[in-house]
């Protein structure tokens, strides 16, 4: 199986900051990887697929970057509905698996 | 507006079993792969499973091979997950998901999810 390693288990920013999560895979996976967003009680939300491709209804404010192994989630200006959760999850092979998650707290 | 909402979860004995559902609608049910993805208390998701289109071909994680059974009734838009024989760890809530490139696993819209407790 393709390990997905999160580094940063979690993080203090305030809003207005530009948040960078990374994602790290344990062998090529090209460019799939997806980004998804939690909150507390709720299922996870897909913000970014295919690395690089924002989804449909997702504010600008969020982009994705990286290929191969290494990868990026960018908040550009944090909101406050931006505190949550962050998970990537490889598509490339099976079974898909998910990093363990970065938290995105307030400072 | 893609809709997909589970059943059937609940407190089950070790060595139990349930069967979960997922009505979905608002998309042509019929036309993409679905997903099963628990999450224990405090963790991240993991991946359970996968049909395709006509249910014709599934796939399991290892933790689950030989006890669930993922499938579908194209007729009633609803997605199934038989649990068997289930253990403490299976516990978790569990989403069932669309994927919308009948490829991979890229879940573009999730269940509010089902609890599924495990415990004597």
């Known amino acids: 199986d393709i390990q997905m390693t999160q580094s940063t288990s979690s993080l203090s920013a305030s809003v207005g900051d530009r948040v960078t999560i990374t994602c790290r895979a344990s062998q090529s996976i090209s460019n799939y990887l997806n980004w998804y967003q939690q909150k507390p009680g709720k299922a996870p939300k897909l913000l970014i697929y295919?690395?690089?491709s924002l989804q449909s209804g997702v504010p600008s404010r969020f982009s994705g970057s990286g290929s191969g192994t290494d990868f990026t989630l960018t908040i550009s200006s944090l909101q406050p509905e931006d505190f949550a959760t962050y998970y990537c999850q490889q598509s490339y092979s099976t079974p898909p698996t998910f990093g363990g998650g970065t938290k995105v707290e307030i400072k | 507006e893609v809709q997909l909402v589970e059943s059937g979860g609940g407190l089950v004995q070790p060595g139990g079993s349930l069967r979960l559902s997922c009505a979905a609608s608002g998309f042509t049910f019929s036309s993409h792969w679905m997903h099963w993805v628990r999450q224990a208390p405090g963790k991240g998701p993991v991946w359970v499973s996968r049909?395709?289109?006509?249910?014709?071909?599934?796939i399991y994680a290892d933790s689950v091979k030989g006890r669930f059974t993922i499938s579908r009734d194209n007729a009633k838009n609803t997605l199934y997950l038989q649990m068997n024989s289930l253990r403490a760890e299976d516990t978790a809530v569990y989403y069932c998901?669309?994927?919308?490139?009948?490829?991979?696993?890229?879940?573009?819209?999730w269940g509010q999810g089902t609890l599924v407790t495990v415990s004597s």
């Open positions: 049909i395709n289109s006509d249910g014709s071909s599934t």
């Open positions: 295919a690395a690089s």
């Open positions: 998901a669309r994927d919308p490139l009948n490829w991979g696993a890229t879940l573009e819209n």
